[in-house]
């Protein structure tokens, strides 16, 4: 039977679901039972023996249904592996440059400290103003935000590859993670 996976996600335009998307993707082109579902639909984490939970980042912080789910299933997320990714960096160049060295947000380290996450990664984002509400508009505009999709799909699927790794049963055989 394959291990089944939960890749939950919270998204405010829909960046972050294409991102778990892809890594949805490429779990079960490597053979793994996976459903990618937004965090707020997700109240058991019974069925699953892995978990990969994302979010969008604002202003340093993880989307209020992520933060949530990361909460109220500490106890359950501690018992088996987790992987951790938040998505938000505008602009090209190196993730932990652009975010200064941010990898979580400082009020949810805690929780993610006594889970014990097996990685926890942050993703390039995507600002599309036609998406966005005025004030979001004005922002973005304000503080010369640059503008675009900026997710490297390469990146993600690697990342995903690694976990499908890591899930593979002792002595399965390699299996293929290229997802176009």
Not at 54 to 83: H, I, N
Request: charged fraction near 20%; proline fraction near 6%.
């Amino acid at each position: 039977m394959a291990t089944s996976v939960l890749v939950a996600y919270a998204t405010k335009h829909g960046a972050t679901a294409g991102i778990a998307e892809k890594i949805g993707e490429v779990l079960r082109a490597a053979g793994l039972a996976c459903d990618v579902k937004t965090a707020a639909t997700v109240d058991d984490l019974t069925p699953y023996q892995a978990v990969v939970l994302g979010s969008a980042v604002y202003m340093g912080a993880w989307r209020k249904e992520a933060a949530k789910l990361l909460k109220t299933q500490e106890a359950q997320l501690a018992q088996r592996p987790v992987w951790l990714f938040s998505s938000g960096p505008m602009g090209e160049g190196d993730v932990q440059e652009l975010m200064k060295g941010w990898r979580f947000p400082p009020k949810l380290q805690p929780i993610a400290d006594r889970i014990q996450p097996r990685d926890i990664v942050v993703f390039h984002g995507v600002v599309d103003p036609e998406g966005m509400g005025f004030f979001e508009r004005w922002i973005i505009k304000n503080v010369k935000s640059p503008v675009g999709d900026f997710r490297d799909w390469e990146a993600i699927a690697a990342w995903a590859g690694t976990i499908a790794a890591a899930l593979q049963p002792e002595g399965a055989a390699e299996t293929p993670l290229e997802v176009e």
